[in-house]
């Protein structure tokens, strides 16, 4: 229904913790500012704790490890410095739990420019690229998943809803073109489709984490264990459209196509995505990662 980070980052050079959200289980997260680093440069990381609505700092008591030193280096108190262009995962573990963040390194700051459709950028900077707190956490650049993007289904969700995500999948795969695989490890970076024990009737998406370039790293479709069991037409339809706002499309725009919602518990009755749907997520895919576009169709990666 709706797409809604568990956590994210801050927008400047420095993290900035978002307001403790209600989590039963203690979980880790790392924060950081966007970025994409070049040799030398260096970001301040924050590892934090959430646990039934509090908070806390855990950044100096993790261990951290740097997966590539020769890419980027990380400090016991979270500082990252970057050594040479290339792509690494920097994680934090603190109290039995862990966390993971990637990190982009790139020779230089040339700029990379390029221009699209004014009717499809307007489309992205409303439906992707200025979406707030909630749902792209670092709003002015795009947000999406590096490719091939990955989907472990959970096998409690194909009990209880059947083939639902295989039927979503197919449909935003076959007209978009985007390299989209089923993988069996729930491993980041993922969709994980998921289904939990709830009786608020909500299907919803939630980001769980990013990597310093704002690229998508972990997102969760959960459906409720209240709607029953089996993939009827409207379950199809609610899955299609929980997919959609994993992939990037964060709003609810009336484009004639699945990603429209009419108000609590009314949905679109479409199963497929429309024409415009589909188009402004091959755009937005066609994008490098750190984009930002400009009402006039231009972007640049700065």
Known sequence: MF????????????????????????????????????????????????FNGTSADRTTSASWVSSDASVVTVSPSGLVVAIAAGSA???ATVDGLAA??????????????????????????????????????HPGTVTRFDLPIRVY??????RAFG????????????????PIVLIAANIEPRIQIIVIPTDDNRARTLTDSVNLDNSLRGV????????????????????????????????????????????????????????REVRMLVELYKLPLGAHVEPDGTWVVR
């Open 153 to 158: 289904v959970d096998p409690g969700f194909t």
């Open 89 to 91: 995962d920097v994680s």
């Open 3 to 50: 797409l809604a980070a568990a956590l994210a980052a801050g927008c400047a050079r420095s993290p900035t913790a978002p307001t403790a959200p209600k989590q039963s289980t203690p979980i880790l997260e790392i924060l950081g500012p966007q970025a994409i680093l070049v040799p030398g440069e260096s970001a301040q990381l924050q590892a934090m704790k959430y």
């Open 100 to 137: 993971t963040m990637g990190i982009r390194v790139t020779a230089s700051h040339i700029q990379l420019t390029g221009r699209i459709d004014t009717d499809v950028a307007a489309d992205i900077i409303a439906q992707n690229q200025e979406v707030g707190y909630l749902a792209n956490p």
């Open 220 to 275: 969760s479709l959960i459906m409720p264990t209240s709607w029953g069991y089996g993939c009827p037409d409207r379950y199809e339809d609610s899955v299609t459209h929980e997919f959609g706002h994993a992939l990037g499309i964060m709003g609810h725009p009336d484009w004639g196509g699945v990603m429209a919602y009419l108000g609590y518990g009314k949905w679109s009755g479409l199963r497929r995505p429309s024409e």
């Open 163 to 178: 083939d639902c995500a295989q039927r979503a999948v197919k449909a935003w795969q076959a007209p978009t073109g985007l």
